[in-house]
């Protein structure tokens, strides 16, 4: 059963199947701290599609390179996404593009992002300016709000 799914993940997405044990050791982080896994439908969505840019890119970076015997770089996604791309924004155009939206999901997903902590800074000041007290915990120093 391992061998026929290693088989199917490398001929769809070819070496970024490498990528896939890594992120199931960042999806069971939170288990090590005591928190609960972050599984929902966005974050599977930015997986796949990372996943399939990153082997599009593979492919224009080394287009006629096999590996795993006979298989394509990019697998059979990255032939496809990697030839539509070259043809819509040439090479360099879909490595600011590729490599830009793997950025944004990236970031869009990380936990340590700063984002949460800003919104949260917002709107405990928002909150405390429409109760009319304003609290600061000795936290803020530290870097934590």
Same mark, same amino acid.
């Given at each position: 059963m391992g061998e026929v799914l290693a088989r199917a993940t490398v001929r769809l997405v070819g070496s970024v199947a490498w990528l896939i044990p890594l992120e199931l050791v960042v999806l069971a982080g939170p288990l090590l701290v005591d928190r609960r896994i972050k599984l929902n439908l966005t974050r599977f969505s930015g997986d796949v599609v990372v996943a399939v840019v990153l082997a599009a890119l593979a492919h224009i970076a080394m287009p006629g390179v096999v590996t795993f015997g006979n298989m394509p770089l990019g697998g059979a996604i990255g032939d496809l996404f990697g030839e539509v791309l070259t043809a819509l924004f040439s090479t360099i155009g879909s490595f600011l593009i590729g490599l830009t939206v +793997?950025?944004?999901? #990236?970031? /869009?997903?990380?936990? =340590?992002?700063? +984002?949460?902590?800003? #919104?949260? /800074?917002?709107?405990? =000041?928002?909150?405390?300016?429409?109760?009319?007290?304003v609290q600061w915990s000795g936290d803020a120093a530290d870097g934590e709000i």
């Open positions: +793997v950025g944004l999901i #990236l970031a /869009a997903g990380d936990d =340590l992002s700063g +984002v949460d902590v800003v #919104l949260e /800074a917002l709107t405990e =000041l928002l909150t405390s300016r429409l109760t009319g007290t």
